[in-house]
């Protein structure tokens, strides 16, 4: 009897063991994932680890070789996802994303051009521009990424100022521009700015919240020769979009200006946000099949990034169970060739995305200018590393890329990051215009440790 009691423990407590390893397993699945491209008896040649920080390290024996060659993986990791869709015809070239230039075109060669010199160079090249050319805007939304940077006694960019920033910023060699606010079709030159964008170097591309996109406003941006209009939808329920925007029956007028300009033939997509409660509900979900329903031809779903009037709200970041949780359906929409595609910023910062040379885009392919001439290294990063005004822009850019916090490329969303919010964000006074000075912030990398923890 003693010895079948003795057996009966040893078997519980294999038992308890297992299930222990189990849950270890789950979690590290779920906190540091890793895809292996090459196994060959058991030995990982090539493969990547993402860490519970996102960010992205090679675990393989080649991993080291296969570094230095990263750009033909890049390449060929971009090239099976441009060939996975067809959204129509732009000038004669085909469309695989609303948010770059069409395949084959002038402009997707200058980006081509501009990704092989800053690799090949050890130095950053922009590809996208996004300006926020006016920040005045009808709506009052709870979450706005450019709250805190409107400034009365500030005169906005001229008609001429702007014009400059948008050829200083082709010269320089970007292939995308954003249009953004504020809500930029309240400036009264917008249609003026969309057409003096040299169509053959850039694609123009518009963020609106709907509000004005009337019949007449519509036949403007296409004969401006706009690319893509995005439209702001923060929840598939119009009561609750309509709350978050601060503006009754916004939904509905949003929703027939998508028609409107669809029905002119431009590209249309949706421009949304995952947070951690709505993603918990699957409401990333409903935005997708919305856009599907109306026929779109992308939906672009931005994680929850603190930032604007909740610059130090951290609640409604995205966990990384989350992130992979939306980077799993991403994927298999393009897998599969659905329309619309989902661009969502956790698959740009998944494994996936680091092999095709994407990640975090500040001030490494993209910058934004404010609408006062501050340039900053993203729309999310209040931090302003010089003005347009004072400094020409190329020397800002360079001043951008050789600071110790972007100098490097990064995996993952650095406004995500708890370390570099320690050091960039943090510091920033509750009752500061955004953006914030980088001289009045540490010269530090953010990755490294430091002897002195408690003073940042």
């Given amino acids: 009897m003693l010895k079948i009691l003795f057996i009966r423990i040893w078997i519980k407590d294999k038992i308890y063991n297992l299930i222990a390893q189990i849950n270890q397993l789950t979690i590290n699945f779920i906190m540091i994932r890793e895809k292996v491209i090459w196994k060959v008896l058991g030995k990982k040649l090539i493969s990547y680890k993402k860490l519970d920080d996102g ?29 996975n869709y067809d959204l129509g015809q732009w000038h004669g070239k085909r469309v695989a994303n609303t948010f770059a230039p069409p395949v084959g075109s002038r402009a997707m060669f200058r980006a081509m051009k501009n990704v092989l010199r800053g690799r090949i160079l050890r130095h950053a090249r922009p590809i996208a521009m996004t300006f926020a050319v006016t920040y005045n805007c009808q709506c009052n939304c709870i979450h706005c990424s450019a709250g ?35 809500e930029p079709l309240l400036r009264k030159d917008i249609f003026d700015l969309i057409t003096y964008v040299n169509k053959k170097k850039s694609i123009p591309i518009i963020f609106t919240n709907g509000q004005l996109l009337n019949e007449e406003n519509v036949n403007k941006l296409a004969d401006a020769g706009l690319f893509c209009l995005y439209v702001s939808i923060d929840s598939p329920n119009p009561d609750e979009h309509n709350k978050l925007r601060g503006m009754p029956g916004l939904f509905d007028i949003a929703l027939n200006g998508i028609r409107l300009a669809k029905e002119k033939g431009m590209f249309v997509g949706i421009s949304s946000y995952a947070t951690q409660s709505t993603t918990k509900e699957g409401k990333y979900k409903e935005i997708y099949i919305l856009a599907k329903e109306l026929g779109l031809h992308n939906v672009m779903l931005f994680d929850a990034v603190p930032t604007g009037i909740i610059l130090k709200d951290t609640s409604e970041v995205l966990k990384m169970e989350q992130r992979e949780e939306i980077r799993q359906y991403s994927e298999y929409i393009r897998q599969n060739q659905i329309v619309p595609p989902l661009s969502a910023q ?111």
Avoid at 148 to 169: F, G, N, Q
Avoid at 368 to 388: K, M
């Fill in 55 to 83: 960010t992205v390290v090679g675990s393989g024996f080649l991993n080291p070789l296969v570094d230095r060659f990263r750009l033909i993986t890049m390449f060929i990791a971009q090239a099976k996802f441009y060939k």
């Fill in 148 to 182: 805190k940077h409107y400034r009365e006694e500030v005169p906005e960019l001229t008609t001429k100022e702007a014009k400059k920033l948008i050829a200083d910023s082709q010269n320089l060699g970007i292939s995308v521009l954003a249009f953004t606010g504020g």
């Fill in 346 to 456: 956790s698959w740009q910062n998944s494994i996936e995305s680091y092999l095709g040379g994407i990640g975090c885009l500040a001030a490494y392919i993209q910058y934004y200018v404010s609408a006062y001439g501050e340039v900053t290294p993203c729309d999310f990063t209040p931090i302003s590393f010089g003005n347009i005004r004072d400094a020409p822009l190329k020397k800002i850019w360079k001043r951008m890329i050789h600071h110790p916090a972007y100098k490097h490329r990064s995996s993952f969303c650095r406004m995500q990051n708890e370390k570099f919010r320690k050091l960039y964000i943090n510091p920033i006074p509750d009752d500061a215009f955004l953006p914030y000075p980088i001289d009045k912030l540490p010269n530090l990398d953010y990755r490294k440790k430091f002897l002195d923890d408690n003073k940042y």
